[in-house]
């Protein structure tokens, strides 16, 4: 069963800006609410990484390769987590998954959805 359903991907031009979401359509409201998101991306070739977090009381943490162009935000009424990325770069080309804390009740991912920047 599907938990995390990822759109938004697709082909962009170096500085161009995407905007991904991530719903969760079988959570209840407590379930997500009260999960930490996450957002990871795997460049070709290379292991997965934490782009960013953003907990159940909206704190929020990026890496280093990304703060300041990408912005993590929740809306707990729609169930959804968004990653907004701005001044794309080549290499933010990657696969992007989603990825829900539910903390005692377990992690989840999403199938994941295709960037690709290009120069």
């Known amino acids: 069963q599907v938990q995390l359903v990822e759109s938004g991907g697709g082909l962009v031009q170096a500085g161009g800006s995407l905007r991904l979401s991530c719903k969760a359509p079988r959570n209840i409201f407590s379930t997500f609410s009260s999960s930490d998101m996450a957002w990871y991306r795997q460049p070709p070739g290379k292991e997965r990484e934490l782009v960013a977090i953003?907990?159940?009381?909206?704190?929020?943490n990026y890496a280093d390769s990304v703060k300041g162009r990408f912005t993590i935000s929740r809306n707990n009424s729609r169930k959804t987590v968004y990653l907004q990325m701005n001044s794309l770069k080549p290499e933010d080309t990657a696969v992007y998954y989603c990825?829900?804390?539910?903390?005692?009740?377990?992690?989840?991912w999403g199938q994941g959805t295709q960037v690709t920047v290009s120069s």
């Open positions: 953003i907990t159940s009381d909206h704190s929020t």
């Open positions: 990825y829900q804390d539910r903390h005692d009740a377990g992690v989840y």
